[in-house]
């Protein structure tokens, strides 16, 4: 990791590259794998790193995706595993618990328009 004066010392002002400093942040990036950031109006807008870093990033993306992907299923399933050996009740005696009919929501569901 970048100690705070190596990363202020990559913070490039993007009017660098109209002054003839490109070749040189180019080269520093190809050869050295160092990332810069570009600012504009003082204000980070972009980063420059090596295809190799760039690469190196997109799969650990891919691999930190497939992981977070993994842990949500696994998390559904151990929900619908509590669920399964949790006491349920069938819809019909939910409605008449809660001091209804199914006539009366037919009825509820008939008078509602859905546009």
Do not use: C
Not at 39 to 59: C, D, F, G, H, R
């Amino acid at each position: 990791m970048p100690s705070l004066v190596d990363l202020t010392e990559r913070l490039v002002p993007i009017s660098d590259f109209s002054q003839g400093k490109t070749g040189k942040i180019f080269s520093d990036v190809s050869e050295n794998d160092h990332e810069y950031i570009i600012l504009k109006n003082n204000q980070p807008t972009a980063v420059i790193m090596s295809i190799k870093e760039y690469k190196e990033t997109q799969q650990k993306l891919e691999k930190l995706e497939k992981f977070l992907e993994k842990i949500n299923d696994i998390h559904l399933l151990q929900q619908a595993e509590d669920r399964e050996n949790s006491a349920t009740s069938s819809f019909n005696k939910f409605v008449i618990e809660q001091g209804y009919s199914l006539e009366d929501i037919d009825k509820l569901a008939e008078s509602v328009e859905i546009e």
